[in-house]
T-cell receptor
Framework: AQSVTQLGSHVSVSEGALVLLRCNYS??????LFWYVQYPNQGLQLLLK??????LVKGINGFEAEFKKSETSFHLTKPSAHMSDAAEYFC?????????????FGSGTRLQVQP | ETGVTQTPRHLVMGMTNKKSLKCEQH?????MYWYKQSAKKPLELMFV???????ENNSVPSRFSPECPNSSHLFLHLHTLQPEDSALYLC?????????????FGPGTRLLVL
């Protein structure tokens, strides 16, 4: 079965600093990869996803992520944090070879942005 | 209304009550999902519906009973719940079946079982 590991349940950065949120997956066949963001009292919103093609994926709000097959990773980055980026971020995967529609989520990383 | 809506947003119920959660998607999608988000646990898939047919049940206890009368509406009927069922219940939809599809989430119903 698929599993997703997000290293660090809480990450704190200063405004303007680099944001790096880590995600690793476990499967022999690289899955489809997603990053979702959840703001307080809201549902999840897609930031970006990797399905095929270019391994560096750009998303909304200046975020990007790079799929690295050799490292089974899909880390999320943003060059310069903004106060509005404070939220919980979820990495998720879905199986590429079975067509199963469900997402398997990581446990989430709460991002704090300090002024 | 746009996107995915859920009602009620908050619900408090006793263990002997019966209540229902409602989800409606205004995106013309064909697949709908229920997820459970508990404190300190990853989001858990509960049910998947595709064209009104249930295609996945992730070993959910029978005290949770889903209903999908059409592709736009999804219900979760609750009865004799336990305090450990307190959580945020999220509904999502996607255009078509397929693991690569983006799922669009509603704001959730925060449920407290006393």
């Amino acid at each position: 079965a698929q599993s997703v590991t997000q290293l660090g349940s809480h990450v704190s950065v200063s405004e303007g600093a680099l944001v790096l949120l880590r995600c690793n997956y476990s499967s022999s066949v690289p899955p489809y990869l997603f990053w979702y963001v959840q703001y307080p009292n809201q549902g999840l919103q897609l930031l970006l996803k990797y399905t095929t093609g270019a391994t560096l994926v750009k998303g909304i709000n200046g975020f990007e992520a790079e799929f690295k097959k050799s490292e089974t990773s899909f880390h999320l980055t943003k060059p310069s944090a903004h106060m509005s980026d404070a939220a919980e971020y979820f990495c998720a995967v879905s199986e590429r070879d079975t067509g199963r529609r469900a997402l398997t989520f990581g446990s989430g990383t709460r991002l704090q942005v300090q002024p | 209304e746009t996107g995915v809506t859920q009602t009620p947003r908050h619900l408090v119920m006793g263990m002997t009550n019966k209540k229902s959660l409602k989800c409606e998607q205004h995106l013309g999608h064909n697949a709908m999902y229920w997820y459970k988000q508990s404190a300190k646990k990853p989001l858990e898939l509960m049910f998947v519906y595709n064209f009104k047919e249930q295609t996945e049940n992730n070993s959910v206890p029978s005290r949770f009973s889903p209903e999908c009368p059409n592709s736009s509406h999804l219900f979760l009927h609750l009865h004799t719940l336990q305090p450990e069922d307190s959580a945020l219940y999220l509904c999502a939809s996607s255009q078509d079946p397929g693991g690569f599809e983006t799922q669009y989430f509603g704001p959730g119903t925060r449920l407290l079982v006393l």
